[in-house]
């Protein structure tokens, strides 16, 4: 049944005159319109917790969220001018080997805000950087490799030698030598985001010169771990439910916080040029140490007090994880 003119015309003013008091009020009834741009497939495990978390965005009704996987360099800047044409308002993407192209198109863009992984530092105005600063769980995890090595020989094998990489191994590392201190490393990069019989094939080499621990920062190397029977740490996500006998434990990124506070800045018309590293620290939940699961009663007590301690130290704020960005070398003789 419709509604009567004369009836239509007092409600349409009210909702006008709300509209007026209530700057928030008319922007809340239309959902944020946000896109992402990968350059990896959406379940890549760097990719696939920011998928992860604007795709909570989306099922709690905040976002209209759109997204592209696998897009080439080439390419990037060209999707990136389509989804700002869009009308889109918050663009989330990776900008590591399109540094500047990302950049040119924040700034022929100036009233759309940019959230992208990035080594570089925020562009004023509208260009925000995040990374995954899980250091602190990659720590813990370093911790438990060191107590559970029997060689003494621990292998990483990285993508590329940025520092989003090279400050987890270093981390990694360093928790190692706190329990162990007769562990040694050899690192090698892939030179490749999502290569996993690259990655694989690398790890099979360090196994067969020796190593028993393996930090899988990239996929193919649990796989590898798994069928020569040594172990293996995750990193950014939890793969122990489909390596229940090779990953002990993982240094999870939870990308929510970012996300979120991305989100309501948006929304609240306050987004700005900003690092949003620092939400990925435990501290913030942005990251956290997986439940031993599987591995339960394997991992020696001692080192799993230890673990704890040194896990409640970060959280009190009486222990730093340092940041080390140079690139690892191998220590293994």
């Not at 992860?52 to 976002?63: D, S």
């Not at 022929?108 to 925000?128: C, H, R, Y």
């Not at 002990?248 to 506070?261: F, G, K, R, T």
């Given at each position: 049944m419709s509604v009567p003119?004369?009836?239509?015309?007092?409600?349409?003013?009210?909702?006008?005159?709300?509209?007026?008091?209530?700057?928030?009020?008319?922007?809340?009834?239309?959902?944020?319109?946000?896109?992402?741009?990968?350059?990896?497939?959406?379940?890549?495990?760097?990719?696939s917790r920011i998928h992860k978390a604007l795709k909570a965005a989306e099922a709690r009704g905040e976002i209209e969220y759109k997204a592209s996987e696998n897009v080439a360099n080439a390419d990037y800047e060209r999707v990136m001018r389509e989804y700002a044409n869009g009308g889109n308002q918050l663009i989330v993407g990776e900008a590591f080997a399109v540094e500047a192209a990302a950049r040119k198109v924040a700034k022929d863009f100036p009233k759309t805000s940019f959230l992208m992984g990035s080594s570089g530092k925020p562009q004023a105005p509208n260009f925000g950087v995040f990374d995954n600063y899980i250091q602190e769980p990659a720590y813990l995890t370093g911790m438990i490799a060191g107590g559970m090595t029997k060689s003494n020989q621990i292998g990483l094998v990285g993508g590329f030698p940025i520092p989003e990489v090279n400050r987890l191994m270093h981390a990694f590392m360093a928790g190692a030598k706190e329990t162990n201190p007769k562990v040694s490393f050899t690192v090698t990069f892939i030179n490749s985001w999502f290569d996993p019989p690259k990655a694989k094939e690398a790890a099979f080499a360090m196994i067969d010169k020796g190593a028993d621990v393996m930090y899988a920062e990239r996929f193919g190397v649990s796989d590898a771990a798994k069928e020569r029977k040594v172990l293996a740490i995750g990193n950014v996500i939890d793969t122990q439910p489909d390596y229940p006998e090779t990953v002990v434990a993982s240094a999870i990124w939870h990308m929510e916080p970012s996300i979120d506070a991305a989100i309501k800045a948006v929304k609240a018309g306050s987004f700005k040029a900003e690092d949003y590293g620092p939400y990925s620290m435990m501290k913030h939940k942005g990251s956290s140490l997986s439940p031993l699961g599987t591995f339960e009663g394997k991992v020696p007590a001692d080192i799993v007090a230890k673990v704890k301690a040194r896990e409640a130290d970060i959280l009190a704020g009486k222990f730093t994880v340092k940041v080390d960005d140079s690139q690892p070398k191998s220590s293994a003789k």
């Amino acid at each position: 049944m419709s509604v009567p003119a004369f009836r239509r015309r007092p409600m349409i003013a009210l909702a006008a005159s709300l509209a007026l008091a209530l700057p928030g009020w008319a922007q809340a009834q239309t959902k944020l319109k946000v896109a992402a741009i990968y350059t990896v497939p959406f379940e890549q495990q760097w990719v696939s917790r920011i998928h992860k978390a604007l795709k909570a965005a989306e099922a709690r009704g905040e976002i209209e969220y759109k997204a592209s996987e696998n897009v080439a360099n080439a390419d990037y800047e060209r999707v990136m001018r389509e989804y700002a044409n869009g009308g889109n308002q918050l663009i989330v993407g990776e900008a590591f080997a399109v540094e500047a192209a990302a950049r040119k198109v924040a700034k022929d863009f100036p009233k759309t805000s940019f959230l992208m992984g990035s080594s570089g530092k925020p562009q004023a105005p509208n260009f925000g950087v995040f990374d995954n600063y899980i250091q602190e769980p990659a720590y813990l995890t370093g911790m438990i490799a060191g107590g559970m090595t029997k060689s003494n020989q621990i292998g990483l094998v990285g993508g590329f030698p940025i520092p989003e990489v090279n400050r987890l191994m270093h981390a990694f590392m360093a928790g190692a030598k706190e329990t162990n201190p007769k562990v040694s490393f050899t690192v090698t990069f892939i030179n490749s985001w999502f290569d996993p019989p690259k990655a694989k094939e690398a790890a099979f080499a360090m196994i067969d010169k020796g190593a028993d621990v393996m930090y899988a920062e990239r996929f193919g190397v649990s796989d590898a771990a798994k069928e020569r029977k040594v172990l293996a740490i995750g990193n950014v996500i939890d793969t122990q439910p489909d390596y229940p006998e090779t990953v002990v434990a993982s240094a999870i990124w939870h990308m929510e916080p970012s996300i979120d506070a991305a989100i309501k800045a948006v929304k609240a018309g306050s987004f700005k040029a900003e690092d949003y590293g620092p939400y990925s620290m435990m501290k913030h939940k942005g990251s956290s140490l997986s439940p031993l699961g599987t591995f339960e009663g394997k991992v020696p007590a001692d080192i799993v007090a230890k673990v704890k301690a040194r896990e409640a130290d970060i959280l009190a704020g009486k222990f730093t994880v340092k940041v080390d960005d140079s690139q690892p070398k191998s220590s293994a003789k």
